[in-house]
């Protein structure tokens, strides 16, 4: 098969090329470039989808599937699909969750209500996810119209694993290798909900090989947070007992502690009336061939490349341990 990714060299679109080639197909990743080089045996086609004829390196060439990456432009999505469906068998395109117009309810599957659609890009007021869900609720439409049913849409969650610069997921592995009293916000109802990268990028190469239509949420099983942190501590093994100490979202938000990312931040952490966006049902996920892995695979994956980087390092979002050593001393 000839594989062509629309992106290639970072997280998920390197973990969709490295798939195809462990697979022995033909990968083409059309990128800048900016973010790295290709992964080993697939191929860079440099092209620039900020220029009119920015895909131009590609034409003439025939695909049997395309994995379509844009994160924040439908301009992008467009152009790509008025330049190459006719010449891609099969499309493959990765929205998102936040797509829903409904965050607060649980179980919700692929053919809930989706915000309305926005033809735009980027993030003029700083990031929004609702304006990043209907700029992919567009490109979910152009898809679908310029491929004539040939298009898996999937809606990823949280993606996690090796690689991930986020610190999202990774600050827990490693905050919790290190043991002691951890900060967790007071949510017994909060729930978590995941997919690991190396299990999206071969259920997208699946896609493409077995000529999957349809829209999918791209989650594994949903489980209460604490749950996961408690089995993340046991996974990671600490170098001492891990406490928890739940505190209340109020006195944290006092105190300057944000939600979901960023710095100060615990990870993950959303407020009620967004628990629906990861506690979405993935039965359809899973009987459309989506295969999680354990839990054990994913923390270990993640906590080796932690330590590769640096378990003490600046992150992106988290507590660093001096903020953490302050909330216990005045919140606790």
């Given at each position: ?190 729930p978590a909900q995941h997919v690991d ?136």
């Amino acid at each position: 098969m000839r594989l062509l990714v629309l992106g290639g060299t970072g997280f998920l679109g390197g973990a969709v090329a490295a798939e195809g080639v462990r697979r022995g197909h033909e990968v083409i990743c059309a990128a800048r470039g900016h973010t790295g080089p290709a992964p080993g045996g697939a191929r860079l086609v440099v092209v620039d989808r900020d220029q009119p004829e920015g895909l131009a390196a590609l034409a003439g060439t025939e695909f049997d599937a395309a994995v379509e990456l844009a994160a924040l432009s439908y301009p992008w999505v467009a152009a790509a699909l008025r330049a190459l469906a006719g010449r891609v068998r099969h499309w493959s395109f990765v929205s998102t969750i936040n797509v829903y117009a409904d965050c607060a309810t649980l179980g919700l599957r692929a053919d809930a209500p989706l915000l309305e659609p926005l033809r735009a890009e980027g993030f003029p007021d700083g990031p929004d996810p609702y304006r990043y869900g209907a700029i992919k609720v567009a490109g979910e439409d152009a898809v679908r119209s310029a491929t004539g049913g040939r298009a898996f849409v999937v809606r990823p969650g949280s993606i996690v694993g090796p690689g991930d610069a986020s610190d999202r997921f990774g600050y827990w592995p490693a905050r919790l290798s290190r043991g002691g009293r951890v900060v967790v916000p007071d949510v017994p109802a909060h729930p978590a909900q995941h997919v690991d990268v190396r299990d999206l990028a071969a259920w997208l190469v699946d896609a493409g090989e077995r000529e999957l239509a349809g829209d999918f949420d791209a989650i594994g099983r949903p489980r209460p947070w604490l749950q996961l942190l408690a089995e993340i501590a046991e996974l990671a093994g600490p170098a001492q007992p891990v406490e928890f100490v739940p505190i209340a979202p109020e006195a944290l938000a006092a105190a300057g502690v944000t939600r979901w990312s960023g710095p100060r931040s615990l990870p993950g952490w959303l407020p009620a009336t967004h628990y629906g966006v990861q506690a979405h049902d993935p039965a359809p996920s899973l009987a459309a061939g989506l295969r999680p892995r354990p839990l054990a695979d994913t923390v270990a994956a993640v906590l080796a490349h932690e330590r590769r980087l640096g378990l003490d390092r600046p992150r992106k979002a988290g507590l660093t341990a001096a903020d953490e050593a302050g909330l216990l001393a005045t919140l606790a």
